[in-house]
């Protein structure tokens, strides 16, 4: 995830081109600006570069979500279903909007287990929300064939997994709408930013307005806009899109290091033969952010990470089982719904009932996986090394 790795003059340019003006907000001012509309040029660029009709950018990857829920129409007692495995920002969302998420079982993908998918449904299950962690996808076609036989939406989190594409279309615009995040760490970065990705007119058009405050946007006039609906403001600034304007143009590049990268790093690994990797369900649309393994058990696993931390080489190493943003076994803020003000009562019960679920075939997955994150700035040389302190390290723990 590095986009803030290849910092440099392209988005110092960009970012010039705002501060010349002045004019930091995406609306408006249209004599004052001069032509610079940093956020609508990031638009057109994110509708080419991905293939999809519509985008709404926003402040972050968790208000895309927000927004993508509300211009979906789930809201109060609509059940979402996410995996166990996901960022906090996935649940954050659905609880916003006053959804309850029903969080259940991932397979070997790291994602969505479509048969656990099927067994959460009930009558006031609204969409299912998979989330494409650590760069690659969830099993789309299995997930959009439930979704088809059981009338829900599919709402695409690809917000770790830009430029990722399952059987030729990117990941993001295959649901009836999907979500980037532009944040410091992601693939490309804003700083903080996200977008909503979609091919039905109507999701963009309530996406453009609740995004601000509801406006309707059709008269040059920000005043005297109408408000057809409830918003909120969940605008990128011009500088935000500034920055993404750079960093999409070098997309490609990113994409082409960090398969270089990955499959050389894989290479070494698989020499073990107690190594497994992910399945991935489109191999070639793998955008290789990360290399996620499996060990044989918890217990190398554990070993594993210990003998790196001792050797102080840990670092883009991670263990999300013991992780306290990624798994749902270290989320007690949620489970004993340590809300800041009173949700309502379906929400609590159902977030409540999470202390008791079971997770065992997750936790059977999850307690033996490293994801190791692939840097842009490795060289050969410097993947080898690495490559080959994790093999020994690997075998001093099996
Ligand atoms: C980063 C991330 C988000 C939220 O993005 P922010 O821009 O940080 O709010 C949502 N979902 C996943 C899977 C993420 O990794």
Redesign the pocket.
């Known amino acids: 995830m590095p986009g803030y790795e290849f910092w440099g003059e392209a988005e110092k340019k960009h970012v010039n081109d705002v501060l010349e003006t002045g004019i930091l907000m995406r609306y408006g001012f249209d004599g004052a600006r001069k032509g610079i509309w940093k956020s609508k040029e990031l638009e057109n660029a994110i509708t080419k570069t991905f293939g999809c009709k519509y985008v709404q950018l926003t402040s ?6 927000t927004t993508a829920m509300a211009a979906l129409g789930i809201g109060a007692g609509d059940e979402v279903i996410m995996p166990s495995f ?2 906090v ?2 649940f954050e ?1 659905v609880l916003s909007t006053g959804a309850i998420p029903v969080l259940v079982d991932v397979d070997e993908t790291l994602t969505l287990n479509p048969t656990a998918v099927k067994n959460a449904i009930t009558p006031k299950t609204k969409c299912i929300m998979p ?3 650590c760069g690659s996808m969830a099993n789309l076609d299995a997930l959009q064939t439930i979704c088809k036989e059981h009338n829900l939406l599919l709402l695409e ?1 690809a ?2 997994s830009i430029g990722a594409t399952y059987k030729g279309k990117h990941l993001g615009t295959i649901g009836n709408a999907g ?1 980037f ?3 410091f ?2 693939t490309i970065t804003c700083a ?3 977008a909503v990705l979609t091919n039905d007119e109507n999701v963009y058009t309530f996406c453009d307005g609740f995004t601000d405050h509801g406006h309707d946007h059709k008269g040059i006039d920000r005043g005297a806009d109408l408000h057809p609906f409830l918003g909120y403001n969940f605008r990128i600034s011009e500088l935000h899109a500034a920055v993404g304007l750079a960093q999409i143009e070098k997309l490609d590049t990113f994409l082409a290091i960090q398969r270089k990268n990955h499959a050389r790093l894989k290479n070494i690994l698989a020499q073990v033969p107690a190594v497994s990797f992910r399945e991935i369900p489109d191999p070639s649309g793998d955008s290789c952010t990360f290399l996620s393994w499996f060990l044989p058990t918890e217990n190398n696993t554990k070993a594993f990470v210990e003998e790196m931390k001792a050797q102080g080489i840990l670092e883009g190493n991670f263990y999300w089982y013991a992780n306290n943003w990624h798994y749902i076994k270290q989320w007690q803020h949620l489970k004993e719904v340590k809300s800041l003000y009173n949700l309502h009562a379906e929400q609590k019960n159902a977030l409540q009932k999470l202390q008791t679920q079971n997770f065992s075939a997750s936790d059977a997955i999850m307690s033996r996986c490293i994801s190791t994150s692939i840097s842009l700035l490795w060289t050969d040389e410097q993947i080898d090394e690495k490559g080959n302190k994790m093999v020994a390290a690997i075998k001093k723990s099996l």
């Open positions: 972050s990857g968790t208000a895309a979500l996901t960022f920002a996935s969302a989330v494409h962690m989190d917000c770790q979500t995040s532009f944040d760490v992601k903080e930013g996200g």
